[in-house]
């Protein structure tokens, strides 16, 4: 059975994306439909479970335009345009301004600079998820909310299947309510489904060969739907193959205390990461986002180890949110020590003097101001890297916690989808985790999901309202 109904936009997915370029829609008077999978009323995806720091590049978001711009292109070595980084460093901003303006409450936080946005009520500070009631749980009411008041809908239960396009444009989407198929039309339909990271058989096509060897550090519902349409579509793709995470306890696997924190990447920046040889095998002074790329590209990912001792423990060991100490071994996590390296090494059925040798060269390149030379180089500042040298020596057996994709469906500055000559596909957008192009390429530059969200719903939704001929209403 097949029912059709019209609208002047469609939205695919009910996260942050999704949920602010519909409002955006309907505030400017255009009839809206958010078409999201989940049925519950609170349906998961990554927005509810955010952490809820708008940030970008891990600095406050409010920063010198410039500045961020600069950030951006340096942190991703270039990989992100100049064009889009500009976007980016002036709308985040406005983004922020406009949730708060949709009564959306921000806190600043207690710790570092780029935690001066963070969405209220905070993330509570222990181990394990605890989403409700928390920040972008209430985002996400606050915006259905707004949304049904301005008259759109969010329609639950319906998953987007493929792309309507006529005459090489975009005209709707055909969507999926139990056995019930549903042709929504629309003049501009934006893909906001959250990008891949719930869907195994894309991370293997595109991250790595074990994915069931990851751990899914998100909810588990962006399962690249969007993509695969707009790849139909004609739509051209870019950066598929890097992710978003953080190092966690290999026992996250199985223990959900020890998901999404607390996570261990205060312990890799201040030391090292072995694999099964005892042998290192990535830049820890890159940081945990690029650790957990490298991790994911081990033969076996659930090989590695941090390695470390008392006074890391004792020291960057207890930074962050949800620390590692004391809530590592407090939530179950394994958390090897002994006395010696060499009795470490055996705990961890490593061979003994490869280890002493690997810590002796790494103590003596940091002692003498050398850690570039070392293989691989250790890119860092000595304040950054701490000696592994003052008993008890500890391991932390680790896993790669993916937590969004940072690839997909190639944008320009007005987020509208790209075929492969690069011209706009007309009435197909993309915002928020299903978009490529804004962070990640072979650096690894991390910019931040929430920013890109809040950037790319506004630049579509207000690319759609000016290139239609509604005019703007307030709400
Ligand atoms: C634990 C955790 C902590 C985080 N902390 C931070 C942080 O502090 N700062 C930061 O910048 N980023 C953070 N992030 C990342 C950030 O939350 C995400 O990048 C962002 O929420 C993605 O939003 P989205 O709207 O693109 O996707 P999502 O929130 O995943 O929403 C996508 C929606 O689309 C729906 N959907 C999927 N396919 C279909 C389909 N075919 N049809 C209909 N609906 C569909 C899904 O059900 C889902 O509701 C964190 C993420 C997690 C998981």
């Not at 009323?41 to 708008?54: A, D, K, M, Q």
């Not at 940091?366 to 592994?388: D, E, H, V, Y």
Request: aromatic share 6%; glycine share 12%; hydrophobic share 40%.
């Amino acid at each position: 059975m097949t029912e059709e109904h019209s609208f002047d936009a469609v939205v695919l997915g009910g996260g942050l994306a999704g949920m602010a370029a519909a409002n955006r829609l309907a505030q400017s008077g255009l009839r809206t439909a958010v078409l999201e999978q989940g049925s519950e009323e609170h349906y998961l995806c990554n927005s509810r479970y955010t952490g809820g720091v708008f940030h970008t590049c891990l600095r406050d978001i409010m920063s010198d335009e410039n500045t961020l711009r600069q950030a951006i292109v340096d942190a991703t070595a270039g990989f992100v345009t100049d064009t889009l980084a500009a976007v980016i460093a002036a709308d985040g901003r406005r983004a922020v301004r406009w949730l708060q303006d949709e009564g959306v409450r921000f806190m600043k936080a207690d710790v570092a600079d780029h935690r001066s946005w963070m969405l209220a009520p905070p993330v509570i500070k222990a181990p394990g998820l605890n989403w409700p009631g928390r920040g972008g749980d209430v985002l996400l009411r606050t915006l259905e909310a707004n949304l049904v008041k301005r008259g759109g809908v969010l329609v639950r239960n319906t998953r987007g299947r493929v792309l309507l396009m006529e005459e090489n444009r975009c005209s709707g989407v055909i969507a999926q309510q139990a056995e019930l198929e549903i042709r929504f039309r629309a003049r501009a339909v934006v893909i906001a489904d959250g990008g891949f990271p719930g869907n195994p058989e894309m991370i293997k096509q595109y991250i790595c060969n074990q994915p069931e060897r990851l751990k899914p550090r998100n909810a588990r519902t962006a399962r690249g739907d969007g993509l695969q349409m707009a790849i139909a579509a004609g739509a051209d793709t870019i950066g598929l193959n890097r992710f978003y995470g953080h190092v966690l306890s290999r026992d996250a696997m199985t223990n959900d205390k020890l998901w999404p924190q607390p996570y261990l990447d205060a312990l890799v920046t201040a030391a090292i990461v072995v694999d099964p040889s005892g042998a290192r095998f990535v830049d820890e002074g890159r940081g945990g986002v690029y650790a957990v790329n490298a991790i994911a590209q081990l033969a076996d990912s659930l090989s590695a180890a941090i390695i470390f001792d008392l006074a890391i423990w004792d020291g960057p060991g207890r930074n962050g949110l949800v620390p590692a100490n004391p809530h590592l071994p407090d939530a179950g996590g394994t958390l090897l020590s002994a006395a010696d390296l060499p009795q470490l090494a055996r705990k961890l059925g490593m061979e003994p003097g490869r280890l002493l040798d690997t810590v002796t060269r790494y103590n003596n390149a940091l002692a003498s101001g050398t850690l570039a030379s070392l293989k691989p180089a250790l890119r860092t500042s000595p304040q950054r890297a701490r000696p592994i040298a003052v008993a008890p020596f500890y391991a932390a057996p680790v896993c790669a916690g993916i937590t969004t994709t940072m690839g997909g469906i190639k944008i320009n500055e007005h987020a509208q989808a790209l075929r492969v000559d690069d011209t706009p596909i007309a009435g197909l957008y993309a915002a928020g985790g299903a978009t490529g192009g804004l962070e990640g390429g072979p650096e690894i530059g991390y910019v931040g999901g929430l920013v890109k969200c809040g950037v790319t719903a506004l630049r579509a939704a207000e690319h759609i309202v000016n290139s239609g001929s509604n005019r703007e209403k307030t709400s």
